[in-house]
């Protein structure tokens, strides 16, 4: 039985591919029994040590274990080899020969994307073709005598690295040690609960990899001694993100989108109309006000524009804003990691304008406003231009938060998530718009809660009774009388 006659339309979708690939898992465990030891053990940050770093060269994105969803899996699958026919740089040389003589071919091949045949070498990359659900591409990121290491790239459903490595045994002799390490994070919600929770995915993997190691066997022409070692370390969530800044810890994003263009064409900006199938929307909400006249130093205003400045406004579930705080605002690059159910997705956006001046209104006289605009760039469901502004009416005293903003769908290249856009896209802006309203409200009134309202009251200078003898002399009668 192999899987390519399975009906097609089982591994069309994630959820009924991972069914039917799963049932077929099953049958070919037992029916081709392994001897595998596997434990697990839960494990901090430090007792790790230092995790690994993949090269960012490259067309396309690394997916990196900072990138990932829940915890940090370190696995371990080892073998010991004795008696062997080849050394570890033979092993190694015919890994790096054909890949797919050790890769069980009803689970998984290899299939080389970039770079020589036959040969292996940083930046070289691979598409790695998985029964069911699990495709994705991958990069050589290192490569020696007698090990190399793979890094996920963008659209793998895992993040992190894996390494395989032959070397003599540490105290056995005429002894091989052959070992794959990995260190991985789901890239999303729905891989992660297939993974930690339901164990499906983490078992098919257990299958994969002990499978290649019992190759590895018999490639060497020697005798596997004991079993196929399986360990397993997983850590915690919070010991991955922990005090890294957001920034930090997506920066590969930035190489994405640091020469990305716009997705539409700002010169044909009077073409941008309803008529043409532009969505044209304008929002505000009251703040509170503030005295007539300038600004406060710490009033509504001001606290409204560092909440638009560090793009806090929206709604966290729906929307994040990722970009490097020591970057001057008119020539930042934002990350907007958007999330929709258990998807993720990342777009890149670009300051187009910063606003600071003085405006005259016909009939609320001049306004202080302040804020900016971002430009969708290519890769982005939506096209076009947003612009966030704070305003005070100064003979008022009146401050309202504004969004303007025209946008039109762009160019979805999965036809999924094009009707995914299509059926939500357009109740997803509006909610954007609610809650960014609702929210900034809310922060601006918690923040001036917190803030010094007044400068302190200025009193006269006092003078010491004691410094003043006719000034103590009465005070002494007046305490001495008791009057």
């Avoid at 790790?48 to 915890?71: D, S, T």
């Avoid at 395989?164 to 919600?189: C, G, K, L, V, Y």
């Avoid at 941008?272 to 509170?288: E, H, K, M, R």
């Amino acid at each position: 039985m192999k899987l390519k006659f399975l009906p097609r339309f089982l591994v069309t979708s994630t959820l009924s591919g991972i069914a039917a690939v799963s049932a077929w898992y099953l049958w070919r465990r037992w029916s081709l029994p392994l001897q595998v030891d596997e434990q697990e053990m839960v494990a901090s940050g430090g007792t790790l040590g230092e995790l690994p770093a993949g090269i960012l060269a490259g067309e396309v994105p690394l997916q990196l274990l900072k990138q990932g969803h829940g915890p940090l899996y370190v696995r371990s699958y080892q073998v010991d080899i004795c008696h062997p026919q080849k050394t570890s740089q033979q092993i190694v040389e015919a890994m790096i020969a054909d890949i797919n003589q050790f890769v069980p071919k009803e689970l998984a091949s290899f299939e080389k994307t970039k770079g020589i045949l036959n040969k292996l070498e940083v930046g070289d990359e691979f598409f790695v073709h998985i029964a069911g659900p699990w495709d994705g591409p991958v990069r050589v990121i290192a490569c020696g005598e007698t090990s190399f290491a793979f890094a996920t790239l963008e659209n793998h459903l895992e993040a992190g690295e894996i390494r395989f490595s032959a070397e003599p045994h540490p105290d056995r002799s005429d002894t091989i040690r052959f070992r794959i390490q990995s260190w991985a994070r789901s890239s999303n919600a729905v891989t992660d609960l297939f993974y930690r929770v339901v164990g499906l995915s983490k078992f098919m993997q257990t299958t994969m990899w002990a499978q290649f190691c019992k190759r590895v066997v018999e490639q060497s022409g020697g005798e596997l001694l004991d079993k196929i070692n399986v360990m397993t370390h997983s850590v915690p969530e919070q010991y991955i993100s922990a005090q890294m800044p957001l920034w930090k810890q997506y920066s590969p994003q930035f190489d994405r989108w640091h020469n990305a263009s716009l997705n539409f064409d700002i010169n044909r900006v009077e073409e941008f109309t309803v008529a043409n199938g532009w969505q044209i929307d304008d929002y505000s909400i009251g703040l509170p006000g503030e005295p007539a006249g300038e600004p406060l130093p710490n009033g509504s205003f001001e606290i409204a524009r560092e909440i638009v400045n560090n793009y806090e406004f929206p709604d966290p579930k729906l929307l994040t804003g990722i970009f490097v705080p020591d970057q001057p605002l008119a020539d930042r690059l934002m990350i907007i990691r958007a999330q929709f159910l258990f998807f993720t997705f990342w777009f890149g956006v670009r300051i187009a304008g910063v606003i600071d001046e003085t405006r005259a209104t016909e009939k609320r006289g001049n306004a202080r406003v302040c804020g900016y605009s971002y430009r969708t760039l290519e890769g982005h469901f939506e096209m076009g231009e947003i612009t966030f502004e704070v305003w005070k009416f100064l003979e008022s005293g009146d401050v309202e938060f504004r969004i303007h903003a025209y946008s039109k769908t762009g160019w979805i290249r999965n036809p999924f998530y094009r009707i995914g856009f299509w059926l939500f896209g357009r109740s997803l802006q509006l909610r954007f718009a609610r809650t960014a309203l609702a929210r900034m409200q809310q922060l601006v009134v918690a923040r001036l809660a917190e803030a010094p309202h007044t400068d302190p009251v200025e009193t006269p200078e006092v003078t010491s009774v004691r410094s003043d003898d006719a000034a103590q002399e009465k005070a002494q009668e007046i305490e001495a009388t008791g009057s």
